[in-house]
C-alpha cells in the first residue's frame, strides 16, 4: 500500500533528494507538511504552473496538508531560476494584483478547504539585518555559483546582482517557516529546494525532501512555457481556445503533455509514446484526446468534445472558404420525378465524383457528407441515401450548401 502512494505521489516525477527520502518521510506515519511556494507575477495559472500544482493535490488526496505559499514578497526580489539577466523587479501593487487573480484560479487544481495558504511577507518582511546577515552567512559566493543559470552569466560577464543571490535564501527560509517535510518545485527550481534543507538543518529541523517536476515546454514546443513569450495555455481560457492552443503543439510533446498535465497516468503515457513511435497511433487523433482530456479536467465533463466540434467546424469553414470551388449547377440536371434530387448527379456535377457510378460508390463507402447552413453537427450530415428528398424548388437552405468526399475534397453548390 505504501509502494502505491508512493507511486501516485511521484508519478512524472524528475528528481527526488535525497533518494530514498520521501519514503522515509511516508514511514513517518503522520501528515506531512508539503510546500509549494509561487510567486504572483503574471496574471494566469499556465499549464506549466497547473503541473506542480497537480502534484501538490496528488499529496492532499493521499491525506497529507498542502501547504501553498504565495510569494508576495519574493515576487518583488525576483526569481532568478532560468533567467539570462537580472529579472525586472515588480511593485508591490502589481505583485498584489496579480496574486488576486490567481488566487481563483488555483482551486480549479487544489482542494480549498485543505489548504494552508500563506504569503511570505507574513515573516519575510519582518526580517531584520541581523537575521539577513546570518541568512547570508550560511552560503557562499562559490555555492551560489554552481547553479548553472549563475554559473553561466557569470562565465559570459552577465552581471549578477546581490539581490539575486538572496532569492534562493528567501526561498529556503520559507521552508523554516512552514516547518515543511516536503517541498515541491520545476527542475529550475532544485537549488532552491536545496537551500531550504541547509536552512532547516541549521534551524535545527528535519531538511525537508526536494521533490521536482519536469519543466513543461509551451507551444513553440522549445522554451519553457512562459505567459511573457506567449507560448503557454492559461487553465483559466475559454474551452475553444484552451482546444486550439493544445492542437497547435509539436506532435513530440504529446505524450509529455497527457502525462503531466492529465490524470491518464504513467501507464497509458507508456502506451502512447510506444504508439506514436512505432506508427501505430496516429498523431492528430491521440493530440485531439490529449486536448478533449485537458479540456474536460478546466471546464468541465463534455466541454472538450463540444470544443473539438467548434474546432473543426472553424477550420472546415476556413478550408471552404479560401480552398473550396464554388460551382454553379443547374437543378434540372439533378432533380429527379416525386421531388427527388440525385445525389450522385450532384457530385458528379460539382467535380466530386469522375461520373455517376463512381458517385453512387462513394455514397455507399459513406464517403460523402453535406453541411447545410445552420445544420448543427460541425462535420456535416454523412449522405447514405442515393435520393435525398425537398419540399420546395430550388429546396430552400440548400443554397450554398458544401459538400465533401472524405477529409480534403470540398465543392459549395450554387444552384441555378
Given amino acids: 500500500m505504501a509502494m502505491d502512494a508512493l507511486a501516485r505521489l511521484t508519478s512524472g516525477a524528475a528528481e527526488i533528494a535525497p533518494e530514498g527520502g520521501l519514503r522515509e518521510k511516508l514511514a513517518l506515519g503522520r501528515p506531512l507538511r508539503v ?5 504572483p507575477t503574471a496574471p494566469a495559472v499556465t499549464l506549466g504552473w497547473a503541473v506542480v500544482l497537480r502534484a501538490l493535490r496528488r499529496f492532499q488526496d493521499e491525506g497529507h496538508q498542502a501547504v501553498l505559499i504565495v510569494g508576495d514578497f519574493t515576487a518583488r526580489v525576483g526569481d532568478p531560476s532560468g533567467k539570462s539577466a537580472t529579472r525586472p523587479r515588480l511593485s508591490k501593487e502589481e505583485v498584489d494584483r ?20 500563506r504569503r511570505n511577507s507574513e515573516w519575510l518582511e519582518s526580517l531584520g539585518v541581523e537575521e539577513v ?13 554552481e547553479r548553472d543559470d549563475f554559473a553561466k552569466r557569470y562565465a559570459e560577464g552577465q552581471p549578477i546582482s546581490l539581490l539575486e543571490f538572496l532569492y534562493p535564501l528567501l526561498q529556503g527560509y ?18 532552491n529546494l536545496l537551500v531550504g534543507r ?26 519553457k512555457m512562459s505567459q511573457s513569450l506567449g507560448n503557454f495555455v492559461g487553465i ?21 503533455y497527457e502525462l503531466l498535465c492529465t490524470d491518464l497516468g504513467p501507464q497509458d503515457h507508456e502506451r502512447v509514446a510506444a504508439g506514436l513511435a512505432d506508427g501505430s497511433i496516429h498523431p492528430n487523433e491521440e493530440k485531439r484526446r490529449m486536448a478533449r482530456t485537458i479540456v474536460d479536467l478546466y471546464q468541465g465533463d463534455g466541454s472538450g468534445e463540444r470544443a473539438e466540434a467548434s474546432f473543426d467546424a472553424r477550420h472546415r469553414e476556413r478550408r471552404v472558404d479560401t480552398e473550396a470551388p464554388h460551382v454553379a449547377v443547374e437543378w434540372v440536371g439533378v432533380l429527379l420525378e416525386d421531388r427527388m434530387v440525385d445525389v450522385a448527379a450532384l457530385l458528379w456535377k460539382l467535380g466530386l465524383a469522375s461520373s455517376k457510378s463512381e458517385g453512387r460508390r ?38 450554398g450548401s458544401v459538400w465533401s468526399v472524405g477529409k480534403r475534397r470540398f465543392a459549395v453548390a450554387e444552384f441555378v
Avoid at 480549498?112 to 495558504?117: F, I, T
Avoid at 520559507?174 to 537549488?191: C, I, N, P
Fill in 35 to 39: 510546500k509549494l511556494g509561487l510567486d
Fill in 98 to 117: 496579480f496574486a488576486a487573480r490567481l488566487l481563483d484560479q488555483f482551486w480549479k487544481v487544489l482542494d480549498r478547504d485543505r489548504v494552508e495558504l
Fill in 133 to 145: 546577515l546570518r541568512l547570508a552567512a550560511s552560503t557562499t559566493v562559490a555555492r551560489m555559483l
Fill in 174 to 191: 520559507d521552508s523554516v517557516a512552514v516547518r515543511a517535510d516536503v517541498e515541491l518545485g520545476g527542475t529550475d527550481q532544485l537549488f
Fill in 198 to 223: 541547509e536552512l532547516q538543518r541549521d534551524d535545527g529541523q528535519d531538511p525537508q525532501v526536494a521533490l521536482t517536476m519536469p519543466l513543461l515546454e509551451g507551444l513553440d514546443g522549445v522554451q
Fill in 236 to 256: 483559466d481560457e475559454a474551452a475553444d481556445e484552451m482546444f486550439g492552443k493544445l492542437m497547435s503543439i509539436p506532435d513530440d510533446l504529446i505524450a509529455k
Fill in 362 to 399: 462513394l455514397i455507399e463507402q459513406l464517403a460523402v457528407r453535406c453541411l447545410w447552413k445552420g445544420w448543427p453537427d460541425p462535420k456535416g450530415e454523412r449522405i447514405t441515401d442515393l435520393k435525398l428528398s425537398y419540399m420546395q424548388e430550388p429546396p430552400r437552405g440548400w443554397e
